[in-house]
């Protein structure tokens, strides 16, 4: 046990012994109802962009950031419990713009299913899921938990949920039956597919579906692929764009109007990784990091190792063109950061085979860093940038008095390299430690 995680040890064993409240595991460092937590010594990033702070001090209470500064300005009230952050790096804890809940294909209740994926993404750093697209059924559990979460002592990353993505509709009439279903189940957004095959849902028909769900005050992100359709679904008035726009450059038409209308732009690069990357065998498959919940995949790696599935994937014109494609978004990720459109993280991880909840936010965020932006640029979409986009920034995403404190502690810089980000040292969500996994 390192010097630190026995002192959390010690500090909650003395605590729950002194309090007598429930028996909870002794790596949590929770404080008593109502304790107050004190985070000292620490290099705090927090979301907004702003130069780290150094020797910072966070005070927790309720769950909630009451006070963030230099450790010379902050007061720590008497009574507090003081953790000893020195030599670690403290950022928000990940938001996933763009994620999914359908990786566990068990047929265990859907709650569990959804709540073992949602432990998987904390145990990463990812303490917030916007799921843009639930399994057919998964709705009501997802809208649930969501529900659940605002109580509070959350052992699980945060959900906020779409229903299932609209995709080939083909009336208007459809179209606002669809969205006031969902709206009338609580979703949190309306997510929609638009692929530029002869399928897709009509510009008339897209256009009753963002105006339905803007009148049931919901916002809707689209999946795309060409320019010309986030021009068009742009004109309807889309919120967010929750794909790369990968057939051509970004145009001065196409930027003016994300930002005229302040459409949010998830790169979800790791998308399209997954489609060609398993032609061979991935280093990453090796990563200790990637291997900390092998146990919930084993079985997709034995698929994606079958050296027949390997050469369908070569093979493949659609996975081959999706690589070309990929360096159009990153191109494209460089030219709308630039042109200061707001970016969030997004991975679509939770899908299909290979598309690894928690790990893959970890790859984006390397894979932005490569594209050009700064670690800093990159860190920002993953925390206050997302939590803007997705509209949670009220109390998400930033560590900022009043915020939840929801917490990455880190072992390294990631300015110094975006890879830092995979050296956790623990995990916050309301304010409480979760028993997370060690890699080493
Ligand atoms: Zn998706």
Redesign the pocket.
Known sequence: MTQLSTRLAAAAAGMLLALAIFSLPPSFAQAPAGGVVALTGARVINGTGAAPLEQATIVIANGSIQAVGPGSTVTIPAGATRVDMSGKTILPGLINA?G?LNADKSTRPIRDKLIGQLKIYADYGVTTVVV??TGPNDLPDAVKLRDEQERGSLDRARVYAAGSSLTSIKTEEEARTKVNQFADAKADLIKMHITGGPNDTQPAVYRAIIDQAHKRGLRVAA?LFYLRDAKGLLDAGVDVI?HSIRDQDADAAVIAEIKRRNVGYIATLT?DLAVFVYETTPEFLKDPFFLRHVDSYSGDITQLNDPARQEKVRNSKEAQAIKQALQQANRNLKILSDAGVEIALGT?SG?NVGQWQGYFEHTELEMMVKAGLTPMQALVAATGGAARVMKLDGKLGTIQAGKKADLLVLNGNPLSDIRNTRQISSVWIDGRQLATTKTN
């Open positions: 763009h999914h843009l697209g999946h929750a998308r679509d899908t």
